[in-house]
């Protein structure tokens, strides 16, 4: 399935209507189904679905680790995901309580069970401020669907390069689209970059995947940053051109360890 398809639609401009074709992302509709019960259903951008669906299990604290998925099937003609997991009958139960956020794209809840066995962050990184520079003008650089629709949200991890990069029309889903990666590729990726907003969901996910060092080019709130430093994560907000600001763990960044 194609992430976008060209539009016939309508433009006004200087007092004019013009005919055009437009470039529009797709939206999608999966449902994940673990061990035959539905979990969940989100609204997404058709690719990376496998990556989409561990990684949001995983976000959501369903499961700890990638062993526990025994089985992973992708239907994408009837929109569905269909999981066996080693996963205990108190997890399934606690699936469905759930956090109202500030969601998008997604439904905007996270489940309680995201902050079990969460544990805060050892530092064992330390970069460089030009390198936060370089991570995102990376992340802009590869974002061709946004350059095209302006209808997505990007993501990816870097160990010193960019180790793999996702699109999605939900921030919250390209976050776990490169999370469910690293995690099926066991990586040790610690830097994360996202194009949206820092709220307390995604410093959860990033916290959970081991990520140490959280950017983005958008705002933080102030549960993000409590969050941050209370598990002793890196948030760096409003990452653009020459500038960025630290709101938590400047000691990774060397130019600023004490």
């Known amino acids: ?37 539905e979990t ?19 976000t959501s604290g369903v499961i700890n680790i990638a062993d526990e998925v025994k089985k992973i099937n992708v239907d994408i003609d009837n929109g569905r995901v269909d999981i066996e997991a080693n996963v205990d009958e108190l997890r399934l139960k606690l ?15 996270f489940s309680s069970l995201s902050t079990i066995k969460t544990e805060k962050l050892r530092k064992t990184i330390e970069v460089f401020p030009e390198d936060i520079l370089s991570y995102s003008r990376m992340l802009q650089k590869s974002s ?18 960019m180790t793999f990069f996702a699109e999605d029309i939900g921030r919250h889903n390209a976050a776990d689209k490169v999370i469910g990666y690293k995690l ?11 194009s949206g907003r820092l709220s307390l969901d995604m410093a959860i996910k990033a916290v959970r995947s081991g990520i140490e060092i959280l950017i983005s080019s958008s705002a933080p709130t102030t549960a993000a940053i409590s969050f941050a430093l209370n598990y002793n994560l890196t948030l760096i907000g409003f990452c653009r051109g020459e500038r960025f600001n630290i709101y938590s763990g400047d000691d990774r960044i060397k130019n600023f360890l004490k």
């Open 95 to 109: 699936i469905g309580k759930r956090i109202i956020t500030s969601g998008c794209g997604n439904s905007p809840y």
């Open 144 to 161: 061709n669907i946004f350059r095209d629709t302006g209808g997505v949200h990007s993501a990816a991890i870097f160990e010193s390069q």
């Open 184 to 194: 099926m590729n066991n990586l040790s990726d610690r830097i994360m970059v996202i």
């Open 1 to 37: 399935m194609m992430i976008k398809r060209n539009i016939y639609m309508l433009r006004y401009a200087a007092g004019q209507i013009h005919e055009m074709q437009d470039e529009v992302v797709e939206e999608f509709a999966i449902t994940i189904y673990i061990n035959g019960r």
């Open 40 to 58: 969940d259903t989100l609204l997404c951008s058709p690719a990376n679905l496998t990556e989409l669906a561990v990684g949001r299990i995983f």
